[in-house]
T-cell receptor
Framework: AQKITQTQPGMFVQEKEAVTLDCTYD???????LFWYKQPSSGEMIFLIY??????QNATEGRYSLNFQKARKSANLVISASQLGDSAMYFC?????????????FGAGTRLFVKA | DAGVIQSPRHEVTEMGQEVTLRCKPI?????LFWYRQTMMRGLELLIY????????DSGMPEDRFSAKMPNASFSTLKIQPSEPRDSAVYFC????????????FGSGTRLTVV
């Protein structure tokens, strides 16, 4: 069963505007972590932001913030003041306890295009 | 720290040949993960290690795939024999233990099997 859903295959945003990338997840665990990663055209995967399932406040990292709505099982990424360099693929991911350790699964990704 | 180091960056091989991908994790990281990325299937977890011990290899597609971690600073992913459908980007990532710790990914190995 798919556990991470990113419903937007592609998104366009005007430079300097804010954009929200959607992510919903499914888990029966009480303790889990939600992450966003960025993959530029160069191919590397870059960790952006983390939200814990017990965190009451939304996570923020510079221009990135995570809109966490636990009851709705959503963890949307908000990028404020978009820049051309934000054009990339963005992946939502969930890390949950697993026998012997932890494992992380990724969504299908959203490709963001920032227009000048 | 130089980050997670993968080699080679690119590999082109003929069907039936053995392929070995290599990874050096960040020193001190407890976990090491191998992922495969394709357009059709996205990012798939193949196998992960905790303190050099394989924990979950349920994502390894077939017996043709094997992975080892002989020590804390080195891991290999081997495909023998390789097939064209194995063509993908293979990522290695490492992490500390806490749930809130993000992964550090290597640059990936782009494998092409012709």
């Amino acid at each position: 069963a798919q556990k991470i859903t990113q419903t937007q295959p592609g998104m366009f945003v005007q430079e300097k505007e804010a954009v929200t990338l959607d992510c919903t997840y499914d888990t029966s665990d009480q303790s889990y972590g939600l992450f966003w990663y960025k993959q530029p055209s160069s191919g590397e995967m870059i960790f952006l932001i983390y939200q814990g399932s017990y965190d009451e406040q939304n996570a923020t990292e510079g221009r990135y913030s995570l809109n966490f709505q636990k009851a709705r099982k959503s963890a949307n990424l908000v990028i404020s003041a978009s820049q051309l360099g934000d054009s990339a693929m963005y992946f939502c991911a969930m890390r949950e306890p697993h026998t012997g350790g932890f494992k992380t699964i990724f969504g299908a990704g959203t490709r963001l295009f920032v227009k000048a | 720290d130089a980050g997670v180091i993968q080699s080679p960056r690119h590999e082109v091989t003929e069907m039936g040949q053995e392929v070995t991908l290599r990874c050096k994790p960040i020193s001190g990281h407890d976990y090491l993960f191998w992922y495969r990325q394709t357009m059709m299937r996205g990012l798939e977890l193949l196998i992960y290690f905790n303190n050099n011990v394989p924990i979950d290899d349920s994502g390894m597609p077939e017996d043709r795939f094997s992975a080892k971690m002989p020590n804390a600073s080195f891991s290999t992913l081997k495909i023998q024999p390789s097939e064209p459908r194995d063509s993908a980007v293979y990522f290695c990532a490492s992490s500390l233990a806490p749930l809130n710790y993000g992964y550090t990914f290597g640059s990936g190995t782009r494998l092409t099997v012709v």
